[in-house]
């Protein structure tokens, strides 16, 4: 095997290693305050993830008695950011949601 192509797959190899330690980061979900899970999604791409999250919470939090209601929740991410060496597990932010019509 060329020098090349030998060096080229243990590059490969390392970067697949960090990687592989957040195999189950597929999860997303929503905590109160008290760090207690409102609501979670499931999918492999971050941003699908919170579509599906968001979903969910509307589903639960927006209903005709809350319209026009602000509310405040985490959301945590089993995601990871960058590759190699450089992967780290997204950080988790205070977001909130305004229910301006009722969910179906």
């Not at 979903?55 to 008695?65: F, G, R, S």
């Not at 780290?88 to 949601?97: D, E, I, V």
């Amino acid at each position: 095997m060329p020098k090349t192509l030998a060096t080229l797959i243990v590059s490969l190899f390392l970067l697949a290693l960090p990687v592989a330690a957040f195999a189950d980061g597929t999860k997303c979900r929503a905590l109160d305050d008290g760090g207690k899970t409102i609501a979670e999604a499931d999918d492999k791409l971050s941003t699908k993830c919170t579509r599906l999250l968001l979903d969910a919470l509307k589903k639960q939090w927006c209903t005709a008695d809350n319209k026009g209601k602000k509310f405040d929740y985490t959301s945590e991410f089993d995601h990871v950011i960058g590759q190699g060496k450089l992967a780290k597990k997204m950080p988790a932010k205070k977001q909130s949601l305004t229910c301006h019509t009722v969910a179906k």
